[in-house]
């Protein structure tokens, strides 16, 4: 992801459509913004929505999805 503050918990598949399910989590206690051209360079990726636990989305095709201090956020990669 090219920032070290932010960790990677876990990936899945989504259960709904086609594509992964990722569990982020900013570790060292300073806000952080991850842009979504990052995500989107991922093989196959064709957008990326920000969801919540369940999967359902809180942000359409974000430009960025901006941390807090020790937060976590769930990002949906849609596949081609």
Known sequence: LGLPNLALVS?????YGTGVVLHLRELEGRATTLH???????PGAASV????PLE???NA???SISF??????FVRILLK
Do not use: K, S, Y
């Not at 979504?36 to 991922?42: D, G, I, Q, V």
């Not at 929505?49 to 919540?52: A, F, K, Q, Y």
């Open 56 to 58: 359902e989305c809180v």
């Open 68 to 73: 807090a201090p020790f937060e976590p956020r």
């Open 49 to 52: 929505e920000e969801v919540n």
């Open 61 to 63: 095709a974000p430009e």
């Open 11 to 15: 990936a899945r598949p989504a259960h």
């Open 36 to 42: 979504a051209a990052t995500l989107l360079r991922a």
